[in-house]
Nanobody, 121 residues
Framework: VQLQASGGGLVQAGGSLRLSCAASGRTFSWYTMGWFRQAPGEEREVVAV????????YYTDSVKGRFTISRDNAKNTVYLQMNSLKPEDTAVYYC???????????????WGQGTQVTVSS
């Protein structure tokens, strides 16, 4: 299984970015997808999770109302639309796939390489 994340960059506070994660090597539509992030010196934390069909989603409190996770199973791709970005959103963002509906990073089997998001004040 390979996951390729893209779309990160440098943006001013209040701006927007859309992350993409393209998957290959397994039946994408069967599995939960998640976005996680890790800031320097911090533990990896969940940002958003979407179930196999896209019907169920989860957001960590700090991004509710600003971020939207979605998936296109025909394109084997999951997205994270990030609006109203804040400096505290600065981190390396990772996509991951797993069999279970969970927010725990340890339950995800495969990870992308990460994409840097930097929000300037």
């Amino acid at each position: 299984v390979q996951l390729q994340a893209s779309g990160g960059g440098l943006v001013q506070a209040g701006g927007s970015l859309r992350l993409s994660c393209a998957a290959s090597g397994r039946t994408f539509s069967w599995y939960t997808m998640g976005w996680f992030r890790q800031a320097p010196g911090e533990e990896r934390e969940v940002v958003a999770v979407i179930n196999f069909s896209g019907v169920n989603t989860y957001y960590t409190d700090s991004v509710k109302g600003r971020f939207t996770i979605s998936r296109d199973n025909a394109k084997n791709t999951v997205y994270l639309q990030m609006n109203s970005l804040k400096p505290e959103d600065t981190a390396v963002y990772y996509c991951a796939t797993g069999a279970a509906w969970t927010t725990s990073p340890t339950e995800y089997n495969y990870w992308g390489q990460g994409t840097q998001v930097t929000v300037s004040s």
